[in-house]
């Protein structure tokens, strides 16, 4: 790819979908690929479905679904002989989802007979390394975590980097046709290959942004993905369905998605700022965006994600339609949660240092709790027991304690035995080794790749 031929030089990108696997209309790349990219990106993986798929080193789409993006995406970046850049493989970027998705690569490329050099990016960290790290005071936590300590790092079943846009650009320039990486920020993805093409970083940082997710920033998020074009002033972006629009709104609305402060977003080698940015609508579909900056950050830092097992889980789920209970469904959990524990002491001879147990009203007040506002009396509830313990055989035994309580239990005052529904047969879903995060700190580094590995393929032979 060659470097801008002068300043005018505009640097397109094609994002088809906010993450790989989530499907999309190979019509709209198709139509992406008449707007002459220089790149295709997207998205392979987040947080945001909790700390399972890092804890395993698993991947929250199936094979299938990446197979399928995969050939469109990989058919597109060879016709077109531009890089394709995916990021976070496998869902939570660990070395696993890399080569998970590596090897998907390489079979439909063997398929469809396409030679492209493929660079793998792994972002898996050491304890040990990290531990020399702590010891020279270069790890910091970020909010609401307190300092770090050696044995946190040495529980964690696995811990990512998240690397910005220096290793993909280092991968393309050695020669990288298609770059999957391990963990990395969503916007990192996008803009690597305008950086690497001269383009203004505050342009490019926004624009990278606002397309991280695909058509969420357009008035029909499932039509789809985007289409970035940066120049030296701002960017313009559009949808590729013809059928849905970028607005103002749309486009400036998604610098309130995942972040702290709507007008800055922080970056391993700097910070965002939107402060001044203006949106303009060039026609019914289309946004000029100008003004953004990039401010460097006088100290590189690179965020860790690590996850440790707290235990193993049973849950069980039953329904209550009763009129009487459902309108006292507060006090009826709270009843729930007193007998329990006496049941298992009784039983079982735990006590409630052995085990912890959650119980959710769904249909009532399970997502927002104490602050849901409306307070009228639900006419279906859900109960979800969930129980951990340090092993499965604790937690399922505790689950079975309380099924004949999630079946009948009435208030004190009732004169009749109620009956509810029980989800499912047999009532108890053992659900294995469960996670939490435990890592929300930043290594500060003196050089933007060191804590990254990549490996170069060969180019894969044709079918």
């Given at each position: 790819?060659?470097?801008?031929?002068?300043?005018?030089?505009?640097?397109?990108?094609?994002?088809?979908?906010?993450?790989?696997?989530?499907?999309?209309?190979?019509?709209?790349?198709?139509?992406?690929?008449?707007?002459?990219?220089?790149?295709?990106?997207?998205?392979?993986?987040?947080?945001?479905?909790?700390?399972?798929?890092?804890?395993?080193?698993?991947?929250?789409?199936?094979?299938?679904?990446?197979?399928?993006?995969?050939?469109i995406l990989l058919k597109a970046?060879?016709?077109?002989?531009?890089?394709?850049?995916?990021?976070?493989?496998?869902?939570?970027?660990?070395?696993?989802?890399?080569?998970?998705?590596?090897?998907?690569?390489?079979?439909?490329?063997?398929?469809?007979?396409?030679?492209?050099?493929?660079?793998?990016?792994?972002?898996?960290?050491?304890?040990?390394?990290?531990?020399?790290?702590?010891?020279?005071?270069?790890?910091?936590?970020?909010?609401?975590?307190?300092?770090?300590?050696?044995?946190?790092?040495?529980?964690?079943?696995?811990?990512?980097?998240?690397?910005?846009?220096?290793?993909?650009?280092?991968?393309?320039?050695?020669?990288?046709?298609?770059?999957?990486?391990?963990?990395?920020?969503?916007?990192?993805?996008?803009?690597?290959?305008?950086?690497?093409?001269?383009?203004?970083?505050?342009?490019?940082?926004?624009?990278?942004?606002?397309?991280?997710?695909?058509?969420?920033?357009?008035?029909?998020?499932?039509?789809?993905?985007?289409?970035?074009?940066?120049?030296?002033?701002?960017?313009?972006?559009?949808?590729?369905?013809?059928?849905?629009?970028?607005?103002?709104?749309?486009?400036?609305?998604?610098?309130?998605?995942?972040?702290?402060?709507?007008?800055?977003?922080?970056?391993?080698?700097?910070?965002?700022?939107?402060?001044?940015?203006?949106?303009?609508?060039?026609?019914?579909?289309?946004?000029?965006?100008?003004?953004?900056?990039?401010?460097?950050?006088?100290?590189?830092?690179?965020?860790?994600?690590?996850?440790?097992?707290?235990?193993?889980?049973?849950?069980?789920?039953?329904?209550?339609?009763?009129?009487?209970?459902?309108?006292?469904?507060?006090?009826?959990?709270?009843?729930?949660?007193?007998?329990?524990?006496?049941?298992?002491?009784?039983?079982?001879?735990?006590?409630?240092?052995?085990?912890?147990?959650?119980?959710?009203?769904?249909?009532?007040?399970?997502?927002?709790?104490?602050?849901?506002?409306?307070?009228?009396?639900?006419r279906e509830v859900g109960v979800?027991?969930?129980?951990?313990?340090?092993?499965?055989?604790?937690?399922?035994?505790?689950?079975?304690?309380?099924?004949?309580?999630?079946?009948?239990?009435?208030?004190?005052?009732?004169?009749?035995?109620?009956?509810?529904?029980?989800?499912?047969?047999?009532?108890?879903?053992?659900?294995?080794?469960?996670?939490?995060?435990?890592?929300?700190?930043?290594?500060?580094?003196?050089?933007?790749?060191?804590?990254?590995?990549?490996?170069?393929?060969?180019?894969?032979?044709?079918?």
């Amino acid at each position: 790819m060659p470097p801008p031929t002068d300043a005018a030089r505009q640097v397109g990108i094609l994002v088809p979908s906010g993450m790989l696997g989530a499907g999309f209309d190979p019509a709209t790349v198709e139509r992406g690929l008449t707007l002459h990219p220089d790149v295709i990106a997207v998205d392979g993986g987040s947080t945001d479905s909790g700390p399972h798929y890092l804890g395993t080193g698993t991947a929250k789409t199936t094979a299938a679904a990446i197979s399928r993006d995969l050939r469109i995406l990989l058919k597109a970046a060879a016709s077109a002989d531009i890089p394709l850049v995916i990021g976070s493989c496998g869902t939570s970027g660990t070395d696993s989802g890399v080569d998970w998705v590596a090897r998907i690569a390489e079979t439909v490329m063997a398929e469809e007979g396409l030679n492209l050099k493929v660079a793998r990016i792994y972002s898996e960290q050491e304890a040990g390394f990290l531990k020399e790290r702590l010891a020279a005071g270069r790890i910091r936590p970020l909010p609401p975590l307190g300092p770090l300590a050696a044995e946190t790092l040495e529980s964690c079943t696995h811990i990512v980097g998240m690397m910005g846009h220096e290793p993909f650009v280092e991968a393309i320039q050695a020669g990288a046709q298609v770059v999957l990486a391990g963990r990395a920020t969503d916007t990192a993805v996008a803009a690597a290959v305008p950086l690497m093409l001269g383009m203004p970083a505050g342009p490019t940082w926004h624009a990278a942004k606002v397309v991280e997710c695909g058509g969420q920033c357009t008035t029909n998020p499932r039509s789809g993905g985007v289409f970035a074009t940066i120049d030296q002033a701002g960017y313009t972006i559009e949808p590729l369905d013809p059928a849905s629009a970028c607005t103002p709104i749309s486009v400036a609305a998604h610098m309130l998605y995942e972040t702290v402060n709507p007008h800055q977003m922080r970056e391993p080698a700097g910070t965002l700022d939107v402060s001044d940015a203006v949106y303009t609508a060039l026609d019914e579909r289309r946004v000029r965006v100008e003004g953004a900056r990039f401010e460097l950050a006088e100290q590189h830092t690179i965020k860790l994600e690590g996850t440790r097992i707290t235990g193993y889980e049973t849950v069980s789920f039953t329904g209550i339609r009763d009129p009487y209970i459902t309108a006292n469904i507060d006090r009826w959990a709270l009843l729930l949660r007193e007998i329990l524990p006496e049941r298992i002491a009784q039983t079982l001879g735990l006590t409630e240092d052995d085990y912890a147990l959650d119980v959710r009203l769904y249909g009532h007040n399970a997502i927002l709790e104490g602050i849901d506002p409306d307070s009228s009396p639900p006419r279906e509830v859900g109960v979800m027991l969930i129980v951990n313990a340090p092993s499965q055989t604790t937690a399922t035994a505790v689950a079975k304690i309380a099924n004949p309580l999630m079946l009948h239990l009435p208030l004190p005052e009732m004169d009749y035995l109620p009956s509810f529904a029980f989800a499912t047969s047999p009532a108890e879903t053992e659900r294995g080794a469960a996670y939490e995060f435990v890592l929300n700190h930043v290594v500060e580094v003196d050089s933007a790749t060191s804590m990254f590995r990549t490996h170069h393929s060969q180019e894969v032979s044709r079918a």
